[in-house]
């Protein structure tokens, strides 16, 4: 099994505010995926980082892969209500796709 | 282009009965994934299928679930003799191939209760 933590789990901010989540794994993936989750709705996918160090930016979303293709975080710059949701990220192992446990982000007006 | 589509979007059942989820995928998609969501919680995998077979079930249990991709018409998620505990969002998810830089499509998922 290939475990991908995901901190924090709840973070709850005022629009504006910058944050970053983690996403966390002793296994090492080919590539990492991002969804975005909203309540009522399958994840919508946002971005896929593939090379060791890459940085990826998505408008105020800047996705970043370590170098050792075990991790990844996304920044995002002045949140805004419509950056809430559950953030997941995803890794391919074998024939599936891990998902990590999430971080339900809520951005209060 | 529809997206992928799941139905029901809401499934009430009495324990002992079966259900039945139904998942299209987009068009051109042969590969489909089912994955399991409870409240707050990330998915988990059960079962990846191509057209007319089954690729990796390891995450179904193996009693009461099953699963098939048939050449016409859609994916079956099928539950047998449901209890409480298979309360949960089922989603089904497709893509037109198995490499690892290959996006999922997510339909809006089932919402199973079981009373």
């Known amino acids: 099994t290939q475990l991908l933590e995901q901190s924090p789990q709840f973070l709850s901010i005022q629009e504006g505010e910058n944050l970053t989540v983690y996403c966390n794994s002793s296994?090492?993936?080919?590539?990492l995926q991002w969804y975005r989750q909203e309540p009522g709705e399958g994840p919508v996918l946002l971005v896929t980082?593939?090379?060791?160090?890459e940085v990826k930016k998505l408008k105020r979303l800047t996705f970043q892969f370590g170098d050792a293709r075990k991790d990844s975080s996304l920044h995002i710059t002045a949140a805004q209500p419509g950056d809430t949701g559950l953030y997941l990220c995803?890794?391919?192992?074998?024939?599936?796709?891990?998902f990590g446990t999430g971080t339900s982000l809520t951005v209060i007006p | 282009n529809a997206g992928v589509m799941q139905n029901p979007r809401h499934l009430v059942r009495r324990r002992g009965q079966e259900a039945r989820l139904r998942c299209s995928p987009m068009?051109?998609?042969?590969?489909v994934y089912w994955y399991r969501q409870l409240p707050e919680e990330g998915l988990k995998f059960m079962v990846y299928?191509?057209?007319?077979?089954?690729?990796?079930e390891s995450g179904m249990p193996k009693e009461r679930f099953s699963a098939e991709f048939p050449k016409e018409g859609p994916s079956i998620l099928r539950i047998q003799q449901v209890v409480r505990g298979d309360s949960a969002a089922y989603f089904c998810?497709?893509?037109?191939?198995?490499?690892?830089?290959?996006?999922?499509?997510f339909g809006n998922g089932t919402r199973l209760t079981v009373t």
């Open positions: 998810a497709s893509s037109p191939r198995s490499g690892g830089n290959s996006p999922l499509h």
């Open positions: 068009k051109g998609h042969s590969h």
């Open positions: 296994s090492v993936f080919s590539s």
């Open positions: 980082v593939v090379t060791g160090g």
């Open positions: 995803a890794g391919k192992g074998g024939n599936q796709f891990y």
């Open positions: 299928l191509q057209k007319e077979n089954i690729i990796d």
